[in-house]
């Protein structure tokens, strides 16, 4: 492991930020420790449809979960000016108010094991999705929280999405790769 300090200026989109430094070092890793504050910030909450968005100044008290050039899983938590604390799924529009320093540690593995076959092969699993769509974030993190390699793609024709298929085969959205969860079939879909 190695460890990478990130400034972040005042206007920083901290998740857009963390994809961007992963896509960088084409590594995978996690935040090590955060401090800072922010102007917004916009957070899932289980059950909910659309992301909660809080404004004012918010001091950051954790960050914490992983990050690689395929996208990000990180959990915020955070204050308000009534020491009420906050927290949910990290997204897009979390904005840093004067600055934040993180620390990610990154994993490094030999060279031989990068350039392995099996390390380029393409994903059992992709995904259509389009932005904004609460069930495709929903289905992404499910795929991203059991540690599950997918290719992102855009939807090719009219229709619902998330649209996944599994080994070729078209399973559904959402709705089936929950069951299929639940009935512990994507086990074996678990990167290695």
């Known amino acids: 492991m190695h460890a990478v300090p990130l400034h972040l ?5 901290v998740r857009r930020s963390l994809e961007q430094l992963a896509q960088q070092h084409q590594a995978g890793g996690f935040v090590l420790s955060v401090v800072g504050n922010l102007s917004q910030a916009a957070f899932a909450c289980p059950g909910k449809t659309a992301p909660t968005v809080l404004q004012g100044e918010l001091e950051v ?3 914490q979960g992983t990050l690689s050039p395929d996208g990000v899983h990180l959990h ?15 997204e897009h529009g ?11 540690g990154f994993l490094t593995e030999p060279a ?12 059992r699993v992709e995904i ?8 495709s974030r929903r289905a992404l993190r499910m795929l991203r929280t059991l540690g599950i390699p997918f290719l992102e793609i855009q939807p090719t024709a009219e229709g619902s999405v998330p649209q996944i298929v599994i080994d070729g085969v078209a399973i559904g959205g959402y709705d089936a790769l929950a069951e299929l969860h639940s009935r512990g079939e994507l086990e074996a879909l678990r990167g290695l």
């Not at 204050?79 to 906050?86: K, P, R, T």
């Not at 031989?112 to 994903?123: G, V």
């Open 128 to 135: 259509a999705t389009l932005p904004g769509c609460p069930f």
């Open 9 to 13: 200026e005042a206007g920083s989109d």
């Open 76 to 90: 915020l938590s955070l204050s308000d000016a009534e020491c009420q604390v906050w927290g949910g799924h990290l």
């Open 61 to 63: 008290i954790t960050l």
């Open 94 to 104: 979390t904005l840093v108010l004067r600055g934040a320093d993180l620390l990610v």
């Open 112 to 123: 031989q094991e990068l350039t392995h076959p099996r390390m380029i092969a393409k994903p």
